[in-house]
């Protein structure tokens, strides 16, 4: 099962009630660090090399171009 990050909260708890917790505690998410160091140096022919290097996880996840928002 692959659980992204927007669904933490709300599967984490479900997966542990089904691993017998009772009341398993919600998931605090961290705020996200700062990404202004990537968006410095990120553009179109770093995505493509990225893509061509790690194609198969882009296949398999989902993955998609990077974006800053």
């Known amino acids: 099962m692959i659980i992204r990050e927007d669904e933490l909260q709300t599967l984490l708890p479900f997966?542990?009630?089904?691993?017998?917790?009772?009341?398993p505690p919600t998931p605090v998410l961290e705020p996200e660090a700062s990404l202004a160091w990537l968006?410095?140096?990120?553009?179109?022919?770093?995505e493509n090399h990225l893509q061509d290097i790690y194609?198969?996880?882009?296949?398999s996840f989902g993955f998609g171009a990077w974006s800053s928002t």
């Open 39 to 46: 968006t410095a140096i990120y553009d179109q022919n770093l």
């Open 55 to 59: 194609q198969q996880d882009y296949l």
């Open 15 to 23: 997966l542990a009630q089904l691993a017998g917790y009772k009341n």
